[in-house]
């Protein structure tokens, strides 16, 4: 299994790919792995390297004792990039992801070639304040899990508020599939307070508008988690941003419609 001594951690990574074009570098969001990106990395990276990692506090990536902070969650990324030997990168961000990618494009525009915001906020503690649906869909990623079956149901709760109202019951089987492979790695919950600490520091929206990088705000118009109107306000802030929002799609959009995605990135990236 691929690892990099990484600020103090070690890091697990998967690449696909073996383009010598500009690499793609996935960030995924809170408690997501390399396995929750789907199809994604490997339809990308038909034409281009595409790199995956789990963050700190997730997966099979080292889970220090929190809390963390995003400088260093920032760090953890552009360290990977260093033992790579990666200049520069498109970095496609999702939820926390996205937060990451916003701090790593205004601390280090020259690594960040072009940005990819999805399903993302500028502000994660106000966005919890005034939201009681983040607020509970945070709580019941905190519940222990006791018995097999409490576990299937929690998660199966949690994950049907991560897709859109009609997903679950248009595709039982992907939901199904989708929620068999979460019970495989539940994050311990030093790991997830550990990142939550690190979200809950993040307020950026005072500073998009000094992002250099070109960028494509992606967003489903049914994410109950982070909702619509945070990328629009992103995608405000930003120069020339350009905002795709994705129909009947909820939070994890990139599950639910991966060919229109990758179609999305592929024109963005070679544009």
């Known amino acids: 299994m691929p690892y990099a001594n990484v600020n103090g951690i070690k890091i697990y990574y998967e690449v696909y790919g073996k383009s010598t074009g500009l690499p793609l570098l996935l960030i995924n969001g809170l408690g997501g792995t390399c396995n929750d990106w789907g199809p994604l990395p490997k339809m990308l990276s038909k034409?281009?390297?595409?790199?995956?990692?789990?963050?700190?506090?997730?997966g099979r990536t080292d889970k220090p004792t929190p809390p963390y902070s995003m400088d260093m969650l920032v760090r953890d990324a552009l360290g990977l990039l260093d033992c790579l030997e990666i200049r520069s990168c498109t970095v496609v961000g999702i939820s926390m992801g996205g937060m990451i990618a916003q701090h790593l494009a205004l601390k280090n525009p020259d690594r960040i070639r072009k940005l990819?915001?999805?399903?993302?906020?500028?502000?994660?503690?106000?966005?919890?304040?005034?939201?009681?649906?983040?607020?509970?869909?945070?709580?019941?990623?905190m519940?222990?899990?006791?018995?097999?079956?409490n576990k299937r149901k929690a998660i199966e709760k949690h994950l049907s508020l991560s897709f859109s109202r009609s997903f679950p019951s248009k595709h039982p089987k992907k939901?199904?599939?989708?929620?068999?492979?979460?019970m495989q790695i539940i994050q311990p919950i030093e790991g997830f307070v550990g990142q939550l600490a690190a979200v809950m520091e993040h307020n950026l929206c005072n500073q998009l508008s000094e992002i250099l990088s070109p960028t494509l705000v992606l967003h489903g118009t049914e994410d109950r988690i982070i909702p619509l109107e945070e990328g629009v306000k992103i995608a405000e802030r930003i120069n020339r941003a350009q905002l795709i929002t994705l129909e009947d799609c909820g939070h994890l959009f990139f599950l639910e419609h991966p060919h229109q995605v990758v179609g999305l990135l592929n024109r963005f990236v070679s544009g």
């Open 47 to 58: 034409d281009k390297k595409v790199i995956v990692y789990d963050n700190r506090g997730a």
């Open 116 to 141: 990819v915001l999805g399903c993302t906020t500028c502000n994660f503690a106000a966005l919890v304040c005034k939201s009681p649906q983040v607020f509970s869909w945070l709580v019941s990623w």
């Open 143 to 149: 519940q222990p899990f006791p018995q097999e079956q």
């Open 175 to 182: 939901f199904i599939e989708f929620v068999s492979n979460a």
